[in-house]
């Protein structure tokens, strides 16, 4: 391997079983098993409703998570890896961390790695964050001498040194990746890769952690950061990789990555939403369409800003669902930075199995608090349970116009920010 090189993949390919990804309870199995025996054999799997495009098949029942992909990462870049949820990005990851082996091909890796995957990875819940922190050192290899010699630097980077002796079931969620961060960037691994985890920590967390990764990188190290937050990829990133169903489509500086990006997204979502393969779920319902109402319910093509406007969200029943459901929208920027989240929990609402065939969501706005512009809305559809039925990235695009929301004859300025709130000062 070229000593200039950090990682280096040939005919890299990973394949998996339909069914077989992520962890299920023994009732969800026999579940699933006892349906496909209800079924005939023509319907056991379809790969339409499974959310798999067809050139990614094998056969039947087996699919490419990955497949062939042959690329370079240079020592000492911050590299960015991108891509819409499913594209491979979460396996790949799997595979340079050597937490799974793949399928066809091989990786070659130069240097020590620390992962950084899932909040919490690698922490007992029973014990202190004390305990954790030398748990998880040794986990990435460290030494209890090393552990003892920064302990105190990744306590205080973590902010967690008022809660060091509490057992880690009791932090939150935010406290347990501060931590787990903390440990894996202070381990000075030769590369260090973060998947999208720092959503979890505050701005001024993010920062910091920003502010490390830059540190480890300038240090000779490499770094490959996972983040659907695009400003943020392309803050930090000099280059950058983009996955579509299992394969590198596209490498190059990141700004023309996120642009290419944008424009596939923009092509792929252009079909209507019935017919959208790129979304997640058991598909038992699922979005086929939308409206947008104002006050007087009108149908209407945008909304206004400090208006009354409804949305209106279509499902069709493609399969009964015998448990309540919850609905939740996040509304995002183009740059894929989340502004607003609206779920149904929140309020304590659910939506009731029904036998008809189609049903509808209706979300109120009471007053448009947001400002000119577009945005995205990724719909996101699962059960009691927490079994996704139909999740939908960039589901549909809201327009807003503006409008004098504070009664002061001016218009707000899209440059100043896209959230507009009822404000005075005394």
Same mark, same amino acid.
């Given at each position: 391997?070229?000593?200039?090189?950090?990682?280096?993949?040939?005919?890299?390919?990973?394949?998996?079983?339909?069914?077989?990804?992520?962890?299920?309870?023994?009732?969800?199995?026999?579940?699933?098993?006892?349906?496909?025996?209800?079924? *005939?054999?023509?319907?056991?799997?379809?790969?339409?409703?499974?959310?798999?495009?067809?050139?990614?098949?094998?056969?039947?029942?087996?699919?490419?998570?990955?497949?062939?992909?042959?690329?370079?990462?240079?020592?000492?870049?911050?590299?960015?890896?991108?891509?819409?949820?499913?594209?491979? /990005?979460?396996?790949?990851?799997?595979?340079?961390?050597?937490?799974?082996?793949?399928?066809?091909?091989?990786?070659?890796?130069?240097?020590?790695?620390? %992962?950084?995957?899932?909040?919490?990875?690698?922490?007992?819940?029973?014990?202190?964050?004390?305990?954790?922190?030398?748990?998880?050192?040794?986990?990435?290899?460290?030494?209890?001498?090393?552990?003892?010699?920064?302990?105190?630097?990744?306590?205080?980077?973590?902010?967690?040194?008022?809660?060091?002796?509490?057992?880690?079931?009791?932090?939150?969620?935010?406290?347990?990746?501060?931590?787990?961060?903390?440990?894996?960037?202070?381990?000075?691994?030769?590369?260090?890769?973060?998947?999208?985890?720092?959503?979890?920590?505050? &701005?001024?967390?993010?920062?910091?952690?920003?502010?490390?990764?830059?540190?480890?990188?300038?240090?000779? /190290?490499?770094?490959?950061?996972?983040?659907?937050?695009?400003?943020?990829?392309?803050?930090? =990133?000099?280059?950058?990789?983009?996955?579509?169903?299992?394969?590198?489509?596209?490498?190059?500086?990141?700004?023309?990555?996120?642009?290419?990006?944008?424009?596939?997204?923009?092509?792929?979502?252009?079909?209507?939403?019935?017919?959208?393969?790129?979304?997640?779920?058991?598909?038992? =319902?699922?979005?086929?369409?939308?409206?947008?109402?104002?006050?007087?319910?009108?149908?209407?093509?945008?909304?206004?800003?400090?208006?009354?406007?409804?949305?209106?969200?279509?499902?069709?029943?493609?399969?009964?669902?015998?448990?309540?459901?919850?609905?939740?929208?996040?509304?995002?920027?183009?740059?894929?930075?989340?502004?607003?989240?609206?779920?149904?929990?929140?309020?304590?609402? %659910?939506?009731?199995?029904?036998?008809?065939?189609?049903?509808?969501?209706?979300? /109120? &706005?009471?007053?448009?608090? &947001? *400002?000119?512009?577009?945005?995205?809305?990724?719909?996101?559809?699962?059960?009691?349970?927490?079994?996704?039925?139909?999740?939908?990235?960039?589901?549909?695009?809201?327009?807003?116009?503006?409008?004098?929301?504070?009664?002061?004859?001016?218009?707000?300025?899209?440059?100043?920010?896209?959230?507009?709130?009822?404000?005075?000062?005394?």
């Amino acid at each position: 391997m070229d000593s200039s090189l950090a990682i280096e993949a040939t005919n890299l390919s990973k394949k998996y079983r339909l069914g077989t990804i992520g962890m299920s309870s023994l009732r969800e199995d026999l579940s699933r098993w006892w349906d496909r025996k209800k079924q *005939n054999a023509s319907a056991q799997i379809n790969t339409k409703t499974a959310g798999i495009d067809q050139s990614r098949m094998i056969n039947d029942s087996e699919f490419w998570a990955l497949h062939d992909l042959n690329f370079q990462i240079p020592k000492g870049e911050v590299v960015g890896l991108i891509g819409a949820n499913g594209s491979g /990005k979460s396996t790949l990851l799997k595979i340079l961390s050597r937490i799974t082996e793949p399928t066809q091909g091989e990786v070659k890796i130069r240097g020590k790695v620390a %992962s950084l995957l899932e909040v919490g990875t690698g922490f007992h819940p029973e014990l202190t964050g004390r305990e954790n922190v030398y748990i998880n050192g040794a986990i990435l290899g460290m030494t209890r001498r090393e552990v003892d010699a920064k302990f105190h630097e990744i306590v205080e980077f973590a902010g967690v040194s008022d809660f060091i002796d509490t057992p880690i079931k009791r932090y939150s969620s935010g406290m347990t990746v501060r931590l787990g961060f903390a440990v894996a960037a202070h381990l000075e691994p030769d590369i260090l890769i973060v998947d999208e985890v720092l959503a979890v920590g505050d &701005l001024r967390f993010q920062n910091r952690c920003i502010k490390q990764m830059q540190k480890i990188a300038n240090s000779g /190290k490499t770094v490959l950061f996972v983040s659907h937050q695009m400003t943020t990829v392309e803050n930090l =990133c000099k280059s950058a990789f983009l996955l579509s169903e299992g394969k590198v489509v596209f490498h190059g500086p990141t700004a023309k990555v996120i642009s290419t990006y944008r424009e596939r997204e923009t092509f792929l979502h252009s079909n209507s939403l019935s017919e959208r393969v790129s979304r997640e779920g058991n598909r038992n =319902c699922k979005l086929v369409g939308f409206e947008l109402r104002n006050g007087s319910h009108l149908k209407i093509d945008s909304l206004i800003s400090g208006e009354v406007a409804y949305i209106i969200l279509n499902f069709e029943v493609v399969r009964e669902q015998k448990n309540r459901m919850c609905l939740s929208l996040g509304i995002s920027t183009p740059n894929q930075n989340r502004i607003a989240h609206l779920c149904m929990k929140t309020f304590g609402q %659910s939506i009731a199995p029904t036998s008809d065939k189609t049903f509808e969501v209706r979300l /109120k &706005l009471p007053r448009v608090e &947001l *400002n000119q512009g577009t945005y995205k809305v990724t719909t996101f559809l699962d059960d009691e349970s927490g079994e996704i039925i139909d999740w939908v990235v960039d589901a549909f695009t809201l327009s807003i116009t503006e409008s004098d929301f504070y009664g002061t004859g001016m218009v707000p300025s899209p440059e100043k920010g896209c959230l507009l709130m009822d404000h005075s000062f005394s």
